[in-house]
Nanobody, 120 residues
Framework: QVQLVESGGGLVQPGRSLRLSCAAS????????MGWYRQAPGKQRELVAT???????NYADSVKGRFTISRDNAKNTAYLQMNSLKPEDTAVYYC??????????????WGQGTQVTVAS
């Protein structure tokens, strides 16, 4: 079973930056796409950004030009560089991975989430 562990969240002032990391651990697996989602209080979880195994990326309109998703396949780690943060970016950020196990089973995996709070 793959485990995803996020880190890098915290409290930051508007206009500043944060970098989130998501490290996958386990055995006998291959990661296809990875992504970041977020959920603000009282709102549904929403897609922030995704990155495919070929490094093709996709972003929510609300973060285009400010956030950058990347991955290090050798480390099974994804990153989310968040610049020019706004109060409306405040949410719990979750990492997601589309995992194929060597047994042939393919299923998504989720991290436990990391809180990002943007406030002065």
């Amino acid at each position: 079973q793959v485990q995803l562990v996020e880190s890098g969240g915290g409290l930051v002032q508007p206009g500043r930056s944060l970098r989130l990391s998501c490290a996958a651990s386990g055995s006998s697996f291959r990661i296809n796409a990875m992504g970041w989602y977020r959920q603000a209080p009282g709102k549904q979880r929403e897609l922030v950004a995704t990155i495919l195994s070929g490094d093709q990326t996709n972003y929510a309109d609300s973060v285009k030009g400010r956030f950058t998703i990347s991955r290090d396949n050798a480390k099974n780690t994804a990153y989310l560089q968040m610049n020019s943060l706004k109060p409306e970016d405040t949410a719990v950020y979750y990492c997601n991975a589309d995992v194929t196990y060597y047994s042939g089973i393919r299923r998504p995996s989720w991290g436990q989430g990391t809180q990002v709070t943007v406030a002065s």
